[in-house]
């Protein structure tokens, strides 16, 4: 029997969310029913929500849930009804990156988590009055009171820490944390620069707090924003709203450059001159996602000290250690995760979406 729900659909690209009644496919062998707690909003839900990209509109979007299983199908074998999860990505666990243990490189990475709107074999999750609509987003599709979730999007979490404060785990914090402790790696005394203070800023300059580094600069152009990394761990912040970015890492590192730097922005000038301020075997990590075909001019023998430039998504983290750790840091107050978010029913999905557009709300989460 499918399980009728509500959920927040995306007619088409520009529309709102609106509230509608649909109806969720029957657990394939390896998904679960899960019943929504909490589920954070992100730029990619926005993103797609535009039509800036080729997920199939009307459509379910949603990729920061958090809830508790309520059925699962018959192959399913890491969780049963009554575990908390946290929702996150998806992959098919058997291309040479899923085993390899980095799945966010999932040969089927992009049609699985982003643009399908459909399972691997083709068919829908979600339907509203026998028609489908797109859903499967990150294997989740998590705007909704229920997600039907695949087994490799979910991670079973302690039920003694609260859903709703645990949420962004998901997709932003593991991104910013995954940055600093799975590419950058800091050594003693390195310098790690943060260019934007949102959530996977912020998230990115909690994590360098807990490596050994001694210089962590936030970079933004709102000084609330650069206050709070101040409180989180940053030991220097830069308006760049005020100053010449590149002057002012060369003052705080005396010259030398940074050894790491994390782009969240997606604005290729930023990534320009983050670049550009690199120390000698420095290396810079592009989270920030611009629109599709946008390309950057680099100063070619400027890289030549050893510098590198790398991609991430999603922190390159194997979700099933990474994120039950992270809880773990949040439980113990050591990943004040709760400094990020500001709550909304459920059904002010529109409220907190323009509220983060005007940058009022850094993470928002809705609460079902
Ligand atoms: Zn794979
Ligand atoms: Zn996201």
Known sequence: MPTPT????????????TLSDVELADPGPHEA??????TGLCHTDLGVASGGLPFP??????????????????????????????????????????RGGHP??????????????RRADGTGTISRGGEELGGHFFGQSSFAERALVDERSLVKVDPEVPLASIAPLGCGVQTGVGAVWNVLKPVTGSTVVVLGAGAVGLSAVMAAALTPATTIVAVDRVAERLSLARELGATHTVNAAEADLGEALAGITGGRGADGVVETTGNVGVLRQGVDALAARGTLVVVGAPPFGTEVALDVNGLLGGKRIVGLTLGDAETQTFIPALVELVKEGRLPLHRLISSYPFTEIDQAVRDMGAGKAIKPVLTF
């Open 33 to 38: 029913v899960v019943r929504m707690v909490a």
């Open 104 to 117: 966010a490189y999932c040969a089927t990475w992009l049609p699985l988590n982003l643009i399908g709107g």
């Open 6 to 17: 509500r959920a927040a659909v995306v007619e088409s690209g520009g529309a709102p969310f």
């Open 57 to 98: 509109l009307p459509g379910v979007l949603g990729h920061e849930g958090a809830g508790v299983v309520e059925a699962v199908g018959p192959a399913v074998t890491g969780v049963a009804p009554g575990d908390h999860v946290v929702l996150s990505f998806t992959s098919c666990g058997d291309c040479r990156d899923c």
